[in-house]
């Protein structure tokens, strides 16, 4: 009897499990990003009120058993939006379908996207270009430290230096060439200054809060405008208007007083079709080197009015309002005696912080936008923006201010009375210590740069199952204002001037306390220099694009007209001599390409194009007069790239090869080094000089490849390797100017004129970029809400750029360049999310970046062999004379983050 007890009990318990197995149902589906549709590897998936649950593959699908007929799954991924999906199953297998997660950063989603046919991302074209793409939640991971251009450090071919530490002086490079010479969009529009084409990061210290994506096309890139950037693009795309209400609170913290707070709100789109968002940041800290001392206030604004299907309006504007202290390269041997923070550029008077570099600005940016769709294959795209740019930065005028040899500071008190010593000149019966260029006075000068900028941007969009079509306008005006003032007498009660317009000179009583806001200098109180520069731009685009699914092809080409004007108050007396003659150059640019995709999942591409680029305005006039540079010409730049590429459910992979001629180039530069020079008078002195040099060419060619792997649920792993051979095919002519503008010839050591002004650049590296990279990554989701993250990178062949005295001459000729050290850096981080009632959460974030303290150079501004420095205690660091002047790169810096979203 007991051996049938235990049979029943055994076959009822069998049955039992039996049907509760059978019982359970499947339930399957797919997490994306909602911003692209792209997978989520990694995403816990649970079943409300239990222990189930399971995580998603590399291509973001789930599947798990349930015993329950109907419920709800709770889905959650770190650096998103938690998701309550409703299931109802009975026994069955049943598809939730796509599940799009909302990213959980502190900037804003949009819902009506601003300007979407003139924005030219990589993916909307179905032929690739070599890209990279930096996504909302990745800059939000990044530590509160970070500069935008660092948010990019982490792609083959891109180089960064941080340029003194200054906030926002850090220069991207991206395959060798600078960022003058690499297109930066912002919803499309161009952001590069037209007339140098420069990128200050420090206007745009804002930008990575509201940014959306940010895409780095290397090479060619993807852009319809005749924008003829020679090393690749960055396409900046912020956000617009949120489709719900919502907001977000954050505090930061760091080393070196950092502090940063941000706030952001979206009322939503109501039922009309009218929403806003908006955004306010304040940022201050005193840097990490010494003297480099910041602050910024940056602001958001975008209103948005969709009133039908067909129609989308939006209205942003985004600026901030920023000051920094800046940091220069300066002799390894000064930052071995005084620490490789140390900064010369401050010192102290009467006990107050006194800073001779400071650079300040303010530029806001406005566009409207609206977006057509015509029907099913036409839309129309337009965009009206405008810029007002207003600031400048601070620096010496007349002699130099003497400096504490015990600290290396600037000995502002010992200046002063410098200053005070010049004897007195009587002005209507009072005497006054003026002070001027021969009398070795010394004060601080506020150089304005001030900008009205507008534009035009419109598109005509066809496409249908094959074809993708598409041309328009690109309409630029820009009106450029610099000009002089002084900041500070130091001691002075006046300064006597003298300009080319006013030989007789005059007296300057005035001090203006310039800043972001207000620039205003009475026209008679402006010094050294006052002109007014202005640029028209017209231009037409078109693209057309194939594809069958297996093939695809395209064919660009862009055309574009400048005019150039400039009017000097300085230099000339009347009106006629003052405007200088208008200037007209035409550009173009052309660009094809093709895609094949082969046996699943392999794909090969290949892109050429060729540019004719005009010259910058400050290339075609010489030594900031009126008069034409009969060497400025249009650049000539051609471009070659072969791609591979490979998709799998774990691995992914890219894979390039590349070569840019640039022939025809011209440089005008600053070398912030006193240089010994001769003056038209045959005097020689010491001063800062300006050099303009034509007829460059460079060849670039290189190899690059990133990966993407997903070994395991809650981790993926992400490398980079790229190798270049970047270097000048040829020497170049060179002219020379002092502080004044004023031509003059450099001298050696001996003080013997360098006559020869052949500057021997044959077969020079191109400098400041490693042409040798490479970097590991690890994102790991160790338990539900705890996230860590760990980056790193190495760079190597790093070459010195030259200083204007460096290869010139043929005493020169043979002159070696320098390669500075290799080095390698480790970032690191970690998250806490915290999921609360009611759809909000919290996160608290710690950043650790250059985790080892590596001592490196990221920049080094000469070529001064061993052997230079002969009467120091040290004369050599790492190989190194000590009297080459470097950047010495940032070293171990923190940052601590809570984030509150609402």
Same mark, same amino acid.
């Given at each position: ?210 940014? +959306? /994506?940010?895409?780095?096309? #290397? *090479?060619? &890139?993807? =852009?319809? %405008?005749?924008?003829?950037?020679? @090393? ?33 709100? +979206? /009322?939503?789109?109501?039922? #009309? *079709?009218? &929403?806003? =968002?908006? %955004?306010?940041?304040?940022?201050? @800290? ?52 005084? @620490? ?52 400048? @930065? ?509």
């Amino acid at each position: 009897m007991r051996d049938v007890s235990k049979g029943f009990l055994a076959t009822f318990s069998f049955l039992f499990t039996a049907s509760a197995v059978m019982a359970q149902g499947v339930i399957s589906g797919t997490v994306v990003d909602e911003t692209d549709n792209g997978p989520l590897p990694g995403a816990s998936v649970v079943v409300e009120g239990t222990q189930t649950g399971t995580m998603t593959d590399s291509n973001g699908r789930f599947r798990l058993r349930t015993d329950r007929d109907s419920g709800a799954l709770t889905i959650g991924f770190v650096g998103y939006d938690t998701q309550r999906v409703r299931f109802s199953t009975s026994g069955g297998t049943t598809y939730v379908g796509l599940i799009a997660l909302h990213p959980l950063a502190v900037a804003l989603k949009e819902v009506v996207v601003v300007g979407h046919g003139v924005i030219d991302m990589a993916d909307e074209r179905k032929t690739p270009v070599a890209v990279s793409t930096v996504t909302a939640v990745q800059m939000q991971e990044a530590s509160a430290n970070a500069s935008f251009p660092t948010l990019l450090a982490e792609t083959p071919s891109i180089y960064v230096n941080g340029g003194g530490g200054g906030q926002g002086d850090a220069q991207i490079y991206v395959r060798g060439f600078d960022q003058v010479n690499t297109a930066v969009l912002v919803n499309g529009q161009p952001v590069n200054g037209m007339e140098d084409g420069k990128v200050y990061w420090s206007n745009w210290s804002g930008i990575r809060d509201v940014a +959306s /994506s940010v895409q780095v096309q #290397r *090479g060619l &890139g993807a =852009s319809k %405008l005749a924008i003829s950037s020679v @090393g690749g693009s960055i396409n900046i795309v912020t956000k617009a208007t949120e489709k719900k209400e919502g907001g977000s609170l954050r505090y930061d913290m760091g080393n070196d007083e950092l502090q940063k707070m941000t706030a952001s709100y +979206s /009322s939503g789109l109501n039922e #009309r *079709g009218w &929403g806003f =968002s908006t %955004l306010i940041s304040r940022v201050q @800290g005193d840097g990490y080197f010494d003297g480099t001392r910041f602050k910024s206030f940056a602001y958001f604004l975008s209103v948005g009015y969709k009133p039908s299907a067909e129609h989308q309006f939006n209205f942003m504007i985004f600026g901030d309002a920023q000051q920094h202290d800046q940091n220069f390269t300066q002799p390894i041997g000064t930052l071995l005696k005084y @620490g490789r923070k140390h900064n010369g550029n401050y010192g102290y008077w009467n006990g107050r912080y006194l800073t001779e570099r400071r650079n300040f600005y303010n530029k806001p940016v406005a566009n409207f936008n609206w977006d057509w769709n015509i029907d099913k294959n036409f839309s129309l795209s337009n965009v009206l923006y405008a810029s007002w740019g207003r600031g400048g @930065g601070t620096g010496p005028y007349g002699a130099y201010a003497l400096r504490d040899a015990e600290t290396g500071l600037k000995d502002w008190d010992a200046t002063v009375e410098r200053n005070r010593k010049i004897a007195p000149t009587a002005i209507s019966g009072r005497d006054y210590i003026i002070g001027d260029k021969k009398s070795h006075a010394y004060l601080l000068r506020s150089s304005i740069n001030c900008h009205d900028w507008y534009g035009l941007l419109s598109s005509l969009n066809y496409g249908d199952a094959n074809w993708s079509i598409n041309g328009g306008v690109d309409l630029r005006a820009y009106t450029g204002y610099h000009f002089r003032a002084v900041k500070d007498f130091l001691g002075l009660d006046a300064w006597r001037e003298s300009t080319a317009a006013r030989p007789d000179g005059f007296y300057v009583f005035q001090t203006y306390k310039s800043n972001a806001f207000d620039t205003r200098v009475r026209a008679t109180d402006r010094i050294n220099y006052d002109y007014k520069e202005q640029i028209n731009y017209g231009g037409l685009f078109g693209q057309a694009e194939y594809s069958n699914g297996v093939f695809s092809a395209f064919v660009q080409a862009a055309g574009s007209n400048q005019s150039y004007a400039r009017w000097d108050y300085a230099n000339y007396l009347t009106p006629d001599a003052q405007k200088s003659d208008r200037l007209d150059h035409w550009g173009y640019d052309l660009k094809g390409g093709l895609n094949l995709k082969l046996a699943s999942p392999h794909s090969v591409f290949a892109n050429v194009g060729y540019y004719s680029r005009q010259p910058f305005q400050d290339n075609l006039f010489l030594n900031y007069r009126n008069d034409v540079n009969p060497l400025a010409k249009n650049e000539k730049i051609s471009g070659m790239e072969l791609g591979y590429r490979f998709k799998s459910r774990y691995f992914r992979a890219h894979a390039n090869l590349y070569n840019t001629t640039w022939e025809d180039r011209t440089i005008t530069k600053w070398s912030h080094l006193d240089q010994r020079v001769q003056s038209a008078d045959g005097s020689i002195k010491k001063t800062e000089v300006l050099t303009n040099q034509s007829g460059i060419g460079q060849t670039h060619r290189g190899a690059e490849f990133d990966f993407r792997a997903y070994p395991r649920r809650g981790l993926s792993l992400n490398g980079f390797f790229s190798y270049g051979h970047w270097k000048y095919d040829k020497n170049v002519q060179s002219q020379t100017f002092d502080a004044d503008l004023k031509p003059v010839k450099l001298v050696d050591k001996q003080d013997e004129v360098i006559s020869d002004n052949i500057l021997y650049l044959k077969g020079k590296k191109a400098p400041n970029a490693a042409q040798l990279s490479l970097g590991m990554g690890l994102d790991y989701n160790i338990f539900k809400g705890l996230h860590a993250l760990a980056n790193w990178r190495y760079y190597g062949k790093l070459y010195a750029d030259y200083s204007p005295s460096d290869f010139l001459g043929a005493d020169h000729r043979d002159k070696a360049q320098i390669e500075l050290p290799d080095y390698n850096l480790l970032d690191a981080a970690l998250y806490y999310d915290f999921h609360l009632e009611g759809g909000k959460s919290l996160r608290l974030q710690f950043n650790v970046d250059n985790v080892w303290d590596a001592s490196y150079f990221s920049k080094m501004s000469d070529n001064n062999p061993v052997g230079t420095t002969d009467k120091e205690a040290v004369t050599t660091y790492k190989g190194i004379d000590v009297s080459n002047r470097v950047y010495w790169g940032l070293g171990r810096t923190w940052s601590a983050g809570l984030s509150l979203r609402f």
